[in-house]
């Protein structure tokens, strides 16, 4: 029976693998042990029988007809799986009310940050472990990540065109309601494990937006807000100088404020070399040397460790500079501007592009190496 339970769980991996964002096999096999830190050996079955396009709730009992469950008993569990954060769900308006659909969740964005309230220190420190030994590999594989940069308010020049979905502003003013805000789950598990955030003391930072926000307040994972407030949160995250990271998407559906010793996604990408390529972003920081005073404020305050002072002079690693602004607004001589590269990443329209992107991505990569071959 045990290898039976480890088989399903095995299944369930290669079968989340699948998604846009998949979930590689580890030589230590961390991935299985998370697995089973989430789902039961049932709920596993079960997920196996979900995709990443939702499906209607008949369609999945069909699947599952060999099961013995009743479609009010597979209804219960589906609905009981989404609310400890193992799948997705939402609602369609349909001639016959409200249908259900199902569909599967990645990792992360995904089942990592549904634990929030449910979070322990041996979880997060497995999802870390799986981060670091295959997970951002898998993420990078596509060259199309999930999260995109955009440079905090105070540090563009508005001289420089700037598109909409990189003006935070312009941002949040569109985003659509409800605007919700939840505790940032890298900060929250750093804190259970004993390794506080170094850059900030705010708790509540990452924001949802829209059908994102609804799900998140319904789960009990956020509280909603006013435009108002998030300005002012935001305000705060720039001042503490963190990241600010939206789904990679011209109308995003969150945006995350980062920090380099926390964040699951920085931390894991500041041990490739020459990361930026691995950022979505449209500009980068750059030093006027006869301006420069060499205080190291900039030096500091950089989550990706791109700024370096040699002989009293900030330099900028080109090759980790993200555009991220967080070293413009406190440089007291006014020395380190952000200007705007000159070939545009155009971000996909909604976070579904961003996932058929991939996926096309990925199909693309995988013809030109059969090719090789």
């Not at 981060?131 to 999260?147: D, I, K, M, R, T």
Request: with cysteine; net charge negative.
């Amino acid at each position: 029976m045990n290898d039976q339970k480890l088989d399903v769980y095995r299944e369930l991996q290669k079968h989340l693998d699948k998604m846009p964002v998949g979930y590689p096999a580890t030589e230590s096999g961390i991935e299985i042990k998370i697995l089973k830190h989430l789902f039961t050996h049932e709920q596993a079955k079960i997920a196996l029988k979900l995709k990443f396009n939702a499906d209607p709730l008949r369609k999945i009992h069909r699947r599952l007809k060999k099961s013995g469950f009743s479609l009010e008993e597979l209804e219960i569990k589906l609905d009981d799986m989404y609310f400890k954060g193992l799948i997705n769900r939402g609602m369609v308006k349909e001639e016959e009310g409200e249908v259900k659909y199902y569909a599967s969740a990645p990792l992360a964005v995904g089942m990592f940050e549904y634990q929030l309230n449910r979070l322990t220190p041996e979880f997060f420190k497995d999802v870390h472990q799986y981060f670091h030994e295959a997970f951002f590999n898998e993420y990078n594989s596509s060259g199309v990540p999930q999260l995109r940069v955009i440079p905090l308010d105070q540090s563009v020049n508005y001289e420089q065109s700037i598109a909409q979905y990189d003006d935070l502003k312009a941002v949040i003013e569109n985003i659509g309601e409800p605007i919700a805000v939840m505790e940032c789950i890298c900060r929250k598990g750093a804190d259970l494990i004993g390794e506080p955030c170094t850059k900030t003391k705010l708790t509540e930072s990452c924001f949802a937006f829209r059908t994102a926000a609804r799900i998140s307040i319904e789960k009990g994972l956020a509280r909603e807000i006013t435009k108002e407030e998030a300005f002012k949160i935001l305000e705060k995250a720039e001042e503490d100088g963190l990241v600010l990271q939206p789904g990679n998407s011209q109308r995003p559906m969150n945006i995350c404020t980062c920090c380099g010793c926390c964040c699951g996604v920085l931390t894991s990408q500041k041990q490739f070399p020459g990361l930026s390529h691995l950022f979505a972003t449209n500009f980068y920081a750059e030093v006027d040397p006869d301006l420069c005073i060499g205080c190291g404020i900039c030096e500091d305050r950089c989550n990706l460790d791109a700024i370096n002072i040699e002989d009293n002079i900030a330099q900028v690693d080109k090759g980790r500079c993200i555009g991220c602004g967080v070293c413009v607004p406190t440089c007291t001589s006014e020395a380190m501007k952000l200007f705007r590269k000159e070939e545009e990443t155009l971000p996909p329209k909604n976070t579904y592009s961003t996932y058929v992107k991939i996926m096309d991505k990925k199909a693309e990569l995988a013809r030109a190496e059969k090719i090789q071959i």
